[in-house]
């Protein structure tokens, strides 16, 4: 694996992701969401995207310096401290495993949030589309223009809160996909250090 990878993908991921962001804005689409969206919701739901972007770049280049330790140093150095686990061999790889992937489990879970946030915006809109439709008022001339601009309204709402958590989730998921091949990659090659390191003690042990 090249040195720093990982944070190479990153970057590319990221720079696309904001460009493509920047041409939106720049075409007006970034401003007729905002103002098409009343609740603010949209707002929320960016800033929850880069929060879990922001945690999610801070265990890239974590997982990417140790493995990149773990590649430059001699097989009998230990890996990262903190990280290995002993105990039995039978269990070694399991406890392993789970101690370096819970460690990535916030960014799925940042990932996951920016989803369910769209789809609270959208029950939020639809009550929104709602709340000015009367049956009194339904034929009464007068009262049909300011329903029909709530109902718009809300309708807006409900969209675009809908696809800005779909986006911005899937933007997350993609880095989150990166770091969690990154810490894949980590594991195999500290579980193999270890075992390396079982095998030399083992080794001397009966040598002795």
């Given at each position: 694996?090249?040195?720093?990878?990982?944070?190479?993908?990153?970057?590319?991921?990221?720079?696309?992701?904001?460009?493509l962001?920047?041409?939106?804005?720049?075409?007006?689409?970034?401003?007729?969401?905002?103002?098409?969206?009343?609740?603010?919701?949209?707002?929320?739901?960016?800033?929850?995207?880069?929060?879990?972007?922001?945690?999610?770049?801070?265990?890239?280049?974590?997982?990417?310096?140790?493995?990149?330790?773990?590649?430059?140093?001699?097989?009998?150095?230990?890996?990262?401290?903190?990280?290995?686990?002993?105990?039995?061999?039978?269990?070694?790889?399991?406890a392993?495993?789970?101690?370096?992937?819970?460690?990535?489990?916030?960014?799925?879970?940042?990932?996951?949030?920016?989803?369910?946030?769209?789809?609270?915006?959208?029950?939020?809109?639809?009550?929104?589309?709602?709340s000015?439709?009367?049956?009194?008022?339904a034929?009464?001339?007068?009262?049909?223009?300011?329903?029909?601009?709530?109902?718009?309204?809300?309708?807006?709402?409900?969209?675009?809160?809908?696809?800005?958590?779909?986006?911005?989730?899937?933007?997350?998921?993609?880095?989150?996909?990166?770091?969690?091949?990154?810490?894949?990659?980590?594991?195999?090659e500290?579980?193999?250090?270890?075992?390396?390191?079982?095998?030399?003690?083992?080794?001397?042990?009966?040598?002795?």
């Amino acid at each position: 694996m090249r040195p720093y990878l990982l944070i190479y993908r990153t970057i590319l991921v990221n720079v696309i992701g904001f460009a493509l962001l920047a041409i939106a804005a720049v075409k007006g689409w970034i401003a007729e969401l905002l103002a098409a969206d009343v609740t603010d919701l949209v707002i929320v739901i960016f800033v929850v995207f880069l929060v879990g972007l922001a945690i999610c770049a801070e265990k890239i280049v974590t997982t990417s310096r140790y493995t990149n330790r773990l590649h430059g140093a001699a097989a009998d150095l230990p890996g990262p401290a903190g990280l290995y686990i002993d105990g039995p061999p039978e269990l070694l790889a399991e406890a392993l495993k789970s101690k370096l992937f819970s460690r990535i489990a916030v960014v799925r879970q940042f990932a996951a949030a920016l989803v369910v946030l769209g789809l609270v915006g959208t029950v939020i809109g639809f009550i929104i589309a709602l709340s000015g439709v009367t049956a009194e008022d339904a034929g009464d001339v007068s009262t049909v223009r300011p329903m029909i601009s709530t109902l718009i309204s809300g309708m807006s709402v409900a969209l675009y809160t809908t696809l800005v958590g779909a986006l911005l989730g899937l933007w997350l998921t993609i880095n989150y996909r990166i770091l969690s091949t990154g810490t894949a990659t980590l594991y195999s090659e500290m579980l193999t250090r270890k075992w390396k390191s079982l095998t030399t003690t083992a080794e001397q042990s009966s040598a002795t």
